[in-house]
């Protein structure tokens, strides 16, 4: 089992641009969920899905964040345009559905800098 | 909103045993006790949760208190690779895991 994987690992971009961070959850998790960390506001979760159907996006910060899920093997958070307060890390993670007894498994992350 | 309270740091010595308070004295009964970690520049790790029993495996053991309203989490041979954040998350079974500020663990050669 390959685990959470994320991509690309470091991504540095100017502002104005357009940034897509890509996750490929754990074969048969069927909930995966998008956070950022920063050193000011800690891990924030900003949205998951369930079936790949997005269920709660409330902790997105803006119009600018958006993220989709066409499959059950693949999802991507896009950022555009970008502004040097999204520097963070993004984490990607995925649980089976609905299950209580199960915790988290999260990817290794990708560190955004907007210069 | 994370629901729960940790000391902002603790050390402890390579070898002995580590204990990891946590207050979660709002927590519900159908909520369970989570413990993540974090090691530096790496994704949070699961490391274990429980209910109302004290649990164990194979990284720690988990004692939750009669009243629930507080946990220990124990890592009993403490070796310098659990240098991390520990995280102690309250959840109701499929709700989501929000993350508090935890408790930064040195562990000293």
């Known amino acids: 089992d390959a685990g959470v994987i994320q991509s690309p690992r470091h991504e540095v971009t100017e502002m104005g641009q357009e940034v897509t961070l890509r996750c490929k959850p754990i074969?048969?998790?069927?909930?995966l969920f998008w956070y950022r960390q920063t050193m000011m506001r800690g891990l924030e979760l900003l949205i998951y899905?369930?079936?790949?159907?997005?269920?709660?996006d409330s902790g997105m910060p803006e119009d600018r964040f958006s993220a989709k899920m066409p499959n059950a093997s693949f999802s991507t958070l896009k950022i555009q345009p970008s502004e040097p307060r999204d520097s963070a890390v993004y984490f990607c993670?995925?649980?089976?559905?609905?299950?209580?007894?199960?915790?988290?498994?999260f990817g290794s992350g990708t560190r955004l800098t907007v210069v | 909103d994370a629901k729960t309270t940790q000391p902002p740091s603790m050390d402890c010595a390579e070898g002995r045993a580590a204990n990891l308070p946590c207050n979660h004295s709002?927590?519900?009964?159908?909520?369970?006790v989570y413990w993540y970690r974090q090691i530096h520049s790496q994704g949070p790790q699961y490391i274990i949760h429980?209910?109302?029993n004290n649990e164990t495996n194979e990284m720690a053991s988990l004692i939750i208190t009669e009243d629930r309203k507080s946990s220990t989490l124990i890592l009993p041979h403490a070796t310098l690779r659990d240098t991390a954040v520990y995280y102690c998350?309250?959840?109701?079974?499929?709700?989501?895991?929000?993350f508090g500020t935890g408790t930064s663990l040195t562990v000293i050669p």
């Open positions: 993670a995925s649980t089976p559905t609905g299950a209580a007894g199960y915790g988290y498994t």
């Open positions: 074969s048969g998790h069927n909930s």
């Open positions: 899905f369930n079936n790949n159907v997005p269920i709660d």
């Open positions: 709002t927590i519900s009964g159908n909520e369970y």
């Open positions: 429980g209910l109302k």
């Open positions: 998350i309250v959840r109701v079974g499929g709700g989501q895991f929000y």
